[in-house]
């Protein structure tokens, strides 16, 4: 069974904290993206990785950054955390071949800072 | 500028009837469209995906249609049940994008018995 894990699913803060969202996949997955996701809002992609050490901005990277060491691990870091970025974070995974992606999700991280 | 919109954001069924949801897309060239289903505190969960060759797919009692001259693409349930109440997303994939998805912002289905 398919399996994207995020390390929590509750995590609250301090503003100003330097703050690491860790991601693991088992499917030898390529892509790795993480999102957040807020009412109204929908899934925004915040940053995505191609293979180990690469990494793409996406739509909202201002007071991110990532990290892809390993094929199977892509952490999403806070360098200063603020209560703007309380949100639900999901990371997701693919492999890119030629006949569409599907995306695995994991269960999500549910961030507040205060 | 570029735009996917899911046009209901709700929609009350009767258990028993078909649900039908609409996500309309604007400046965008997908090569495939995919939908996902997400229960509230859980990440998105994949359902379909439908090329934009193809008018029509299937799977049980799912249905999705698209149609890339009206730059649409309707996803059904037929025979609605409690259990199919959730938030549904489309999302396109361009060609060559590499598996990047651009979400819509979801329509939330309450199937009420």
């Known amino acids: 069974d398919v399996k994207v894990t995020q390390s929590s699913r509750y995590l609250v803060k301090r503003t100003g904290e330097k703050v690491f969202l860790e991601c693991v996949q088992d499917?030898?997955?390529?892509?790795m993206f993480w999102y957040r996701q807020d009412p109204g809002l929908g899934l925004r992609l915040i940053y995505f990785s191609y293979d180990v050490k690469m990494k793409e901005k996406g739509d909202i990277p201002e007071g991110y950054s990532v990290s892809r060491e390993k094929k199977e691990r892509f952490s999403l870091i806070l360098e200063s955390a603020s209560t703007n970025q309380t949100s639900m974070y999901l990371c997701a995974s693919s492999f890119p071949g030629q006949g569409g992606t599907e995306a695995f999700f994991g269960q999500g991280t549910r961030l507040t800072v205060v | 500028s570029q735009k996917i919109e899911q046009n209901s954001e709700a929609l009350n069924i009767q258990e028993g009837k078909t649900a039908t949801l609409t996500c309309n897309y604007t400046n965008y060239s997908p090569a495939y469209l995919q939908w996902y289903r997400q229960d509230p505190g859980r990440g998105p969960v994949f359902l379909l995906l439908?090329?934009?060759?193809?008018k029509e797919k299937r799977k049980e009692r799912l249905k999705v249609t698209f149609d890339t001259t009206l730059k649409q693409s309707l996803f059904h349930i037929t025979a609605s049940q409690p259990a199919d109440s959730a938030t549904y997303l489309c999302a396109l994939e361009e060609g060559g994008s590499q598996g990047n998805l651009i979400f819509g912002k979801g329509t939330k289905l309450s199937v009420k018995p």
């Open positions: 499917m030898d997955h390529e892509n």
């Open positions: 439908i090329r934009e060759n193809e």
